[in-house]
């Protein structure tokens, strides 16, 4: 039976496997200065696909794992990375200004700059860095 | 604010492990490693499980850094 600690575990790598496929879109476009390095559809299918998983394992944990796992320590986390995240884009949105202006990125290749916002990336770092 | 926390010394104290904490206190074991760190400040209703599952007062478990103000 899965505890609360396998659940936090595997809620992490499922959320750096989503994170890491938006890290690779936003590095795919810069570099070949294309907004659509893969279907644009795949990081966000990926967010729901990742959702049965983990509900699964949370369904298998039980109902006092799966509030041990997602208690406010996960919370305050998930609110760290987003914050993070959400300034991280600001920052990509003054970057991607200038390039813009330049003329080195189109518009539409722009957009991935808000590719970071769900802090997922920056919320598995922080988690990690914290053990 | 830092807090001063006493919760590693209490828990080793009692002969518990932070996995043992946490199921006494229905967190995860995550969530006592961030407090013991100093990480994560725990909200009033945790502080007062964390107390009352250890059998010891809030004010055991953490305190204010000294100041002039005092």
New interface residues.
Partial sequence: MPT??SL?TFHLIMFAITGLTRLAYVLKTIAWLRPDPFPFWIPGILDRIIAAPIFALAAAAGR?SA???F????I??KRRGEVHAFWIALMLNAIFGVFMATGAVALPTAFVRWAPSRGRIIYCCS?IM?? | MKLIVHVTEIRKAKGLTQADLAKLANVSRKTINTIEKSVFVPSTSLALTLAKVLDVSVHDLFELPYTDRH
């Avoid at chain 1, 208690?71 to 996960?74: K, Q, R, S």
């Fill in positions: 609360s600690d936090s006092k509030k041990q796992a208690d406010e320590g996960h305050m986390g988690t914290m053990q």
